[in-house]
């Protein structure tokens, strides 16, 4: 089993910046894929960032250059950095781990991050 803990969230200003974390415990495998989703109000679940076991990341369009996901394989954490925030980022923010193999995903609580005008 595998557990996600996900904080940081907050209120901002547009223009602000937050960092989120996801604390990673339990059963963790080399092969497996993290990354960061975000669900606005009457809206689907969207990939935001998307980060792999070697470091190479993929952004959704709307957040490149402005947001930037990380990982520490030491204790097992992925952050996500994000700038220049705007009203449109608002919304709960997942933490998402695929197991490569076996195709099993687990899901965070969830972050509330919202951004005022």
């Known amino acids: 089993q595998l557990q996600l803990v996900e904080s940081g969230g907050g209120l901002v200003q547009a223009g602000g910046s937050l960092r989120l974390s996801c604390a990673a415990s339990?059963?963790?495998?080399?092969?497996?894929?993290m990354a960061w989703y975000r669900q606005a109000p009457g809206k689907p679940r969207e990939l935001v960032a998307r980060?792999?076991?070697?470091?190479?990341?993929n952004y959704t369009d709307v957040v490149k250059g402005r947001f930037t996901i990380s990982r520490e394989h030491a204790d097992n954490t992925m952050y996500l950095q994000m700038n220049g925030l705007k009203p449109e980022d608002t919304g709960v923010y997942y933490c998402n781990y695929k197991d490569l193999v076996s195709r099993n995903e687990y899901w965070g609580q969830g972050t509330q991050v919202t951004v005022s005008s």
């Open positions: 980060i792999g076991i070697a470091g190479v990341a």
């Open positions: 339990g059963s963790i495998f080399s092969m497996h894929t």
